[in-house]
Nanobody, 126 residues
Framework: EVQLVESGGGLVQAGGSLRLSCAAS????????IGWFRQAPGKEREGVSC????????YYADSVKGRFTISSDNAKNTVYLQMNSLKPEDTAVYYC???????????????????WGQGTQVTVSS
């Protein structure tokens, strides 16, 4: 059974940090790219970052460049999203997703992703 399980969300003050984890199982991790997306109430799903498990190529949304860092521990089949200098506008449900042999084309096109986690809430207070 394929599973992506996010953890690490919570409530933090503006300027603070959180580290999200995405633990993957049920598929060949090295064959997939793992992306992080977020969705705030009333807003569309937004790509945050992505990492290719095969070669470590990383991608970031402009809104998080310099503040967020994505990394992968292939031995643990886990991808992390270190989020620093958090802002209230980062508040959203964060999802991780997996795309085989991807990303194909723009990394932030969410419908190309094959598997999704259940999401974890991140709330940044001002």
């Amino acid at each position: 059974e394929v599973q992506l399980v996010e953890s690490g969300g919570g409530l933090v003050q503006a300027g603070g940090s959180l580290r999200l984890s995405c633990a993957a199982s049920g598929f060949t991790f090295d064959d997939y790219a793992i992306g992080w997306f977020r969705q705030a109430p009333g807003k569309e799903r937004e790509g945050v970052s992505c990492i290719s498990s095969s070669d470590g190529t990383t991608y970031y949304a402009d809104s998080v460049k310099g503040r967020f860092t994505i990394s992968s521990d292939n031995a643990k089949n886990t991808v992390y999203l270190q989020m620093n200098s958090l802002k209230p506008e980062d508040t959203a449900v964060y999802y991780c997703a997996a795309v085989r042999l991807g990303p194909q084309g723009p990394w932030n096109v969410y419908y190309q992703y094959d598997y999704w986690g259940q999401g974890t809430q991140v709330t940044v207070s001002s």
